[in-house]
């Protein structure tokens, strides 16, 4: 019989009945063809007992080791092969990152994307957030804008971190910026969405109000109404003297809007329903047409539902804006 293998359930169960029977360790284990020695430690309450254990392979890593490794990468975006260097492991980078990956605490995952805020923006943000904070069913009537960028390999990526669990996140600070294979522009309200516009080159206020006619008031008549109220951003042709003649002049009503703020804005919500459809199962695209299809297709496949909901977050975006007293909030 090999001398390493288990004892099975059935002969446990031959040593418990034996050993009721009176016999003893030697007595049972010459019956059972095994040692005295595998018979008193079953019996002992030793789980899974072998006759003559091998030692395993020697731990490439010390208790101390992991400890130090999972502490380095605590809330920290370094890499393993760096982690190696810094702490001087003699093992490979594979076996760092299993390290990590058993830890209870650690979990590797992007950066989320805050505004960059000083406290004149926080100021700012926190009066707006309790001049609207009654708003209610009033939200209902707006319109939320935006543009959108797209890449042909996916969608821009934010740096990645190893999260410890039992700290804040860390949250990535960006500026609004331009760039992209593709830019979309594109708005919705409580009721429904707009076509989308597809932007060639940088945009300026000219080719903002050329999308606003031939995009924007034909949804205002469709899903708007008389009472809507238009929201964007600071970009500078939005806000340029020209198209905000062009908003008084078509009676939309534009709502005031706080600096770096597009955590209170539903549509980047949607934006990233959107790009989620568009590159689900990691697809990558050939070419911008093959791309432009897909995004109006995943576009056009969002339940009116998912508007809903998202237009009326707005009640507890402020409530939270409110709590972090102007700062970001977890949108």
Same mark, same amino acid.
């Given at each position: 019989?090999?001398?390493?293998?288990?004892?099975?359930?059935?002969?446990?169960?031959?040593?418990?009945?034996?050993?009721?029977?009176?016999?003893?360790?030697?007595?049972?284990?010459?019956?059972?063809?095994?040692?005295?020695?595998?018979?008193?430690?079953?019996?002992?309450?030793?789980?899974n007992p072998r006759v003559s254990q091998?030692?395993?392979? $020697?731990?490439? &890593?010390?208790?101390? *080791?992991? @400890?130090?490794? %999972?502490? /380095?990468?605590?809330?920290?975006?370094?890499?393993?092969?760096?982690?190696?260097?810094?702490?001087?492991?003699?093992?490979?980078?594979?076996?760092?990152?299993?390290?990590?990956?058993?830890?209870?605490?650690?979990?590797?995952?992007?950066?989320?994307?805050?505004?960059?805020?000083?406290?004149?923006?926080?100021?700012?943000?926190?009066?707006?957030?309790?001049?609207?904070?009654?708003?209610?069913?009033?939200?209902?009537?707006?319109?939320?804008?935006?543009?959108?960028?797209?890449?042909?390999?996916?969608?821009?990526?934010?740096?990645?971190?190893?999260?410890?669990?039992?700290?804040e996140e860390i949250l990535f600070s960006?500026?609004?910026?331009?760039?992209?294979?593709?830019?979309?522009?594109?708005?919705?309200?409580?009721?429904? $969405?707009?076509? &989308?516009?597809?932007? *060639?080159? @940088?945009?300026? %206020?000219? /080719?903002?109000?050329?999308?606003?006619?031939?995009?924007?008031?034909?949804?205002?008549?469709?899903?708007?109404?008389?009472?809507?109220?238009?929201?964007?951003?600071?970009?500078?042709?939005?806000?340029?003297?020209?198209?905000?003649?062009?908003?008084?002049?078509?009676?939309?009503?534009?709502?005031?809007?706080?600096?770096?703020?597009?955590?209170?804005?539903?549509?980047?919500?949607?934006?990233?329903?959107?790009?989620?459809?568009?590159?689900?199962?990691?697809?990558?695209?050939?070419?911008?047409?093959?791309?432009?299809?897909?995004?109006?297709?995943?576009?056009?496949?969002?339940?009116?539902?998912?508007?809903?909901?998202?237009?009326?977050?707005?009640?507890?975006?402020?409530?939270?804006?409110?709590?972090?007293?102007?700062?970001?909030?977890?949108?």
């Amino acid at each position: 019989m090999d001398k390493r293998k288990l004892l099975t359930e059935y002969e446990k169960g031959q040593i418990d009945t034996l050993k009721l029977e009176g016999h003893s360790n030697r007595a049972i284990g010459r019956l059972l063809k095994r040692s005295e020695y595998c018979i008193r430690h079953y019996l002992n309450n030793v789980a899974n007992p072998r006759v003559s254990q091998k030692r395993g392979p $020697k731990k490439k &890593l010390s208790d101390t *080791s992991k @400890r130090r490794i %999972q502490r /380095e990468a605590s809330n920290n975006s370094i890499s393993v092969a760096k982690l190696k260097d810094k702490l001087d492991l003699e093992v490979s980078p594979v076996t760092i990152w299993r390290v990590l990956k058993e830890s209870a605490h650690l979990k590797f995952t992007k950066m989320k994307k805050k505004p960059l805020l000083n406290s004149q923006h926080k100021q700012k943000r926190l009066l707006w957030a309790k001049e609207k904070i009654c708003w209610g069913n009033l939200w209902k009537n707006v319109i939320w804008s935006d543009e959108k960028k797209f890449n042909l390999d996916g969608p821009d990526g934010f740096a990645s971190y190893w999260h410890d669990l039992r700290k804040e996140e860390i949250l990535f600070s960006k500026r609004h910026t331009g760039g992209g294979s593709l830019m979309i522009w594109g708005c919705f309200n409580y009721n429904g $969405k707009s076509s &989308l516009a597809f932007i *060639s080159g @940088r945009q300026d %206020q000219h /080719e903002y109000q050329d999308i606003l006619e031939r995009h924007l008031l034909p949804f205002k008549v469709k899903f708007g109404g008389e009472n809507v109220i238009f929201q964007q951003d600071g970009a500078k042709c939005h806000t340029a003297r020209s198209t905000m003649k062009w908003f008084k002049d078509q009676n939309i009503e534009v709502m005031d809007w706080p600096p770096y703020s597009p955590d209170l804005s539903p549509i980047e919500n949607l934006w990233g329903i959107l790009v989620r459809k568009v590159y689900e199962n990691g697809r990558q695209f050939d070419n911008v047409n093959d791309l432009k299809v897909a995004i109006i297709r995943s576009w056009t496949e969002i339940p009116t539902e998912t508007l809903e909901i998202l237009s009326m977050t707005m009640s507890n975006r402020l409530y939270e804006l409110i709590l972090a007293r102007g700062g970001p909030i977890k949108y």
